[in-house]
T-cell receptor, first 113, second 117 residues
Framework: AQSVTQLGSHVSVSEGALVLLRCNYSSSVPPYLFWYVQYPNQGLQLLLKYTTGATLVKGINGFEAEFKKSETSFHLTKPSAHMSDAAEYFCAVTETGGFKTIFGAGTRLFVKA | NAGVMQNPRHLVRRRGQEARLRCSPMKGHSHVYWYRQLPEEGLKFMVYLQKENIIDESGMPKERFSAEFPKEGPSILRIQQVVRGDSAAYFC???????????????FGPGTRLLVL
């Protein structure tokens, strides 16, 4: 069965510092992987996704993530945090050939001035 | 191009009443997904529908919950005889349905926040 684990329910960084949000998944087949961001009282917005091809995926707002099959990971990074990055981030996985998307519990990112 | 619309944005019901949540997908999208989000938790898949068909409802509670996506009109998530534990944010997402299932980007609505008193 699929599952998604996001290490750290809360992450705090200083403005300008590196952002690293961790995501590990378990899946019996190669999955499709997604990162979404949710601002307060809003729906989710896609940051980036991995389907096939290059394992380093670039998304919106300067975020990127790398699919590492050997580590079953899809960590999200951004070189320099901005105050506007403060939000909740969700990693998600869908098995190829399937329909159901499984979400992690989320990581809330705080950015300190 | 309007995004995914959900209404109402907030819904208050007393225990035992019915809640009807509506979702209008993006123009041209034929696939709809419903998710539930409890406080401090991620989204939990409930149901996946295409026009007039339920494709996967494995995340739906066995009783009191139903969903439909008619040929015309919005998708409806119906919760009968609500209980306090149904209080949550319910999100709808849509996708085009053109490239096939799992790799498609889902576009989310703003959610309906249900409070059961």
């Amino acid at each position: 069965a699929q599952s998604v684990t996001q290490l750290g329910s809360h992450v705090s960084v200083s403005e300008g510092a590196l952002v690293l949000l961790r995501c590990n998944y378990s899946s019996s087949v190669p999955p499709y992987l997604f990162w979404y961001v949710q601002y307060p009282n809003q729906g989710l917005q896609l940051l980036l996704k991995y389907t096939t091809g290059a394992t380093l995926v670039k998304g919106i707002n300067g975020f990127e993530a790398e699919f590492k099959k050997s580590e079953t990971s899809f960590h999200l990074t951004k070189p320099s945090a901005h105050m506007s990055d403060a939000a909740e981030y969700f990693c998600a996985v869908t098995e190829t050939g399937g329909f159901k998307t499984i979400f992690g519990a989320g990581t809330r990112l705080f950015v300190k001035a | 191009n309007a995004g995914v619309m959900q209404n109402p944005r907030h819904l208050v019901r007393r225990r035992g009443q019915e809640a009807r949540l509506r979702c209008s997908p993006m123009k041209g999208h034929s696939h709809v997904y419903w998710y539930r989000q409890l406080p401090e938790e991620g989204l939990k898949f409930m149901v996946y529908l295409q026009k007039e068909n339920i494709i996967d409802e494995s995340g739906m509670p066995k009783e009191r919950f139903s969903a439909e996506f008619p040929k015309e009109g919005p998708s409806i998530l119906r919760i009968q005889q609500v209980v306090r534990g149904d209080s949550a944010a319910y999100f709808c997402a849509s996708s085009p349905g053109s490239s096939g299932g799992a790799s498609e980007t889902q576009y989310f609505g703003p959610g309906t926040r249900l409070l059961v008193l």
